[in-house]
């Protein structure tokens, strides 16, 4: 009896779950491509970046196991701490620079003014351009006999003769910057631009009608509402001056001195040129740690944003 | 007393206008300069080219005497751009469909591990990929794909999918799923449906993804850098280190002023016909 009435709901139900099952194997299918991808040239590479870190890694011959060697190494590695404190130094200045120019620009393309979407277009342009194809653009301008920068500071009595802006340290530091700004700044003010744009203007009259100056009312109220904005510009900024490569390889080769070879850099000599394809793991993995670090630094901003 | 207070009102907002462009016009004179140094100087002759560019624009007649000598090096700037143009527009039509497909799924499918997935394209972007360069290297040395254009393809759409399939899958949980229902009465199913029926309707999502896929592509540097080997397979920006590092220790300003025009020209046209697509797509990303 129970049999006769269990066949008819059975038979009813195998389709139905055939039918749901074939849905996700169509879902699983759409999405095959993109996990293939990051599978083959993303997870892969991470894992094996660590495997090949323990490794005495040459280009050719067979690689060897040497277990934390290449970590230890670091430590007794001098080069290796100049890239990082080069770095480092970098990416403040870099940062501050950025910033500095950044939010005044910022303020500037808030306003509803005729033409105002033009300026915002404008100052964005570098933006799209390479950083590779900029720091070209600059070798040349700065260059001493060819470029603009050396006759224009002549000719306003900065310089006595001409001036190599590439040749000192402390001549081609701040020829970097100033290139850097110039190509990133626009991208941070529209971030920013997002983040004052964000704040209800009726916030901002009620300060205004309650006598907050226009000081007070920058500090007090699109400062702090800005907190999301100002962390996310923030760590776009610093991350991206970390992983600072081309304008050093293109500009200065990494000199003057060597002064200026960034981690990026180091690596890509260590891997690349002198084909320690082990150390060059070992050190990726380091920056990947730097850079995980943070991440977690970001989230942190972003959660105490939202407390607030 | 009224007219002279609505004067002074005049006067007033004349001069704050004025000083608002004064600003904004010097501003985009910086911004825009050395764009305009680089293309009028470009289009001076062979001597002039090693000059001091003041004046920028050519005193002796136009000349592409600078784009000439840039076909001198490598294997000629047409060889060059034509790798440029493969390796970018291939990177956009295989982001584009990966990340269509992947956007769909995501978006309208239920499936075991379905999160996992999702967190694991996503993910990838903590991670930079300079960090992983000295594997990818071994890696596609093993798949017989090193030194050439079309594993450089497949690293740079795969440097491309987290925010692709980000921006792909919300461009289609906004598409409401009546269309959807309609349409499959209509007897449209699978890949047709998501064809004919939803693609025009996620076209601006797609937009966004081709204008980054292209840009990134042909700006890239470190990878093609290290991934290509053969002289005729470099990409612009490969090929303009050997014009960097000169010949017999000169180097012709002239030719990098050139090669500095090709790569920039079609950066600006795409963002300044494409503008809209571009920013909402820098939005999306500010506001994740």
């Not at chain 1, 323990?54 to 890239?83: E, K, V």
């Not at chain 1, 390889?249 to 003057?256: A, D």
Request: hydrophobic share 55%.
């Amino acid at each position: 009896m129970s049999m006769t009435i269990a066949t008819p709901v059975a038979a009813a139900e195998k389709p139905r779950r055939r039918a749901r099952k074939n849905r996700q194997l169509q879902g699983l299918l759409y999405i095959a491509p993109a996990v293939i991808l990051v599978t083959i040239f993303f997870v892969i590479p991470v894992l094996f970046t660590v495997w090949m870190s323990f490794h005495n890694w040459p280009l050719l011959g067979q690689p060897s196991w040497i277990g934390l060697g290449n970590y230890t190494r670091m430590f007794s590695d001098t080069r290796f701490a100049a890239a990082l404190s080069f770095t480092a130094y970098y990416t403040v200045i870099a940062t501050i620079a950025i910033f500095a120019l950044a939010f005044p620009l910022a303020l500037f393309v808030q306003n509803e003014r005729r033409g105002v979407s033009a300026y915002r277009t404008i100052f964005f342009m570098p933006v799209v351009v390479g950083l590779a194809t900029a720091s070209l653009l600059w070798v040349w301008l700065a260059n001493v006999d060819s470029g603009l920068f050396s006759p224009i500071l002549r000719m306003f009595g900065v310089t006595g003769r001409s001036a190599n802006l590439l040749a000192t340290f402390n001549n081609a530091f701040p020829t970097i910057i100033v290139m850097v700004v110039w190509k990133i700044v626009g991208f941070t003010m529209i971030i920013l631009l997002t983040g004052l744009q964000s704040i209800p203007s009726d916030l901002i009259e009620a300060a205004r009608i309650d006598g907050a100056g226009r000081w007070q009312r920058f500090r007090f109220l699109t400062l702090p509402l800005m907190r999301r904005t100002l962390a996310l510009a923030l760590i776009l900024s610093v991350t991206g001056s970390v992983l600072a490569f081309d304008q050093f390889y293109i500009m200065t080769s990494g000199g003057p001195q060597n002064r200026m070879i960034s981690v990026v850099y180091y690596i890509f000599n260590q891997s690349f040129v002198s084909f320690q394809l082990g150390y060059g793991s070992a050190l990726s993995i380091v920056l990947l740690g730097i850079l995980v670090a943070l991440s977690v630094v970001q989230l942190w901003l972003l959660r105490v944003g939202d407390d607030k | 007393m009224s007219a002279a207070t609505k004067e002074a009102r005049v006067r007033r907002k004349f001069i704050g206008s004025l000083g608002f462009h004064g600003f904004g016009v010097i501003a985009s004179f910086f911004f825009l300069a050395p764009f305009f140094w680089a293309g009028l100087s470009s289009l001076r002759s062979g001597s002039e080219s090693q000059t001091p560019p003041l004046p920028p624009w050519p005193t002796t007649g136009i000349s592409f005497d600078s784009y000439a000598t840039l076909d001198t090096f490598g294997s000629g700037i047409w060889q060059h751009t034509f790798n440029s143009l493969l390796v970018s527009l291939s990177t956009v039509v295989l982001t584009v469909i990966v990340s269509l497909l992947a956007g769909y799924g995501f978006s309208r499918y239920r499936f075991p591990f379905k999160n996992v997935f999702f967190i694991l394209i996503i993910a990838t972007l903590m991670i930079p990929f300079q960090s992983i360069l000295t594997p990818l290297f071994i890696i596609l040395a093993k798949l017989g794909l090193n030194n050439s254009l079309v594993g450089l393809i497949l690293v740079y759409v795969t440097l491309q999918l987290p925010f692709s399939v980000f921006m792909m899958r919300n461009a289609f949980d906004a598409v409401p799923r009546e269309i959807e229902e309609a349409a499959r009465i209509d007897g449209a199913r699978d890949i047709k449906l998501l064809v004919r029926v939803l693609l025009p309707l996620v076209m601006p999502g797609v937009a966004t993804v081709a204008i980054f896929a292209f840009l990134n592509a042909w700006n890239e540097f470190l990878a093609a850098l290290i991934l290509l080997s053969d002289n005729d397979k470099y990409t612009l920006p490969v090929l303009m280190t050997a014009v960097r590092a000169g010949r017999l220790g000169a180097i012709n300003w002239g030719a990098v002023q050139a090669g500095v025009m090709v790569m920039t020209i079609p950066c600006l046209v795409i963002f300044l016909l494409l503008q809209r697509y571009y920013m909402r797509g820098l939005m999306a990303g500010a506001v994740k």
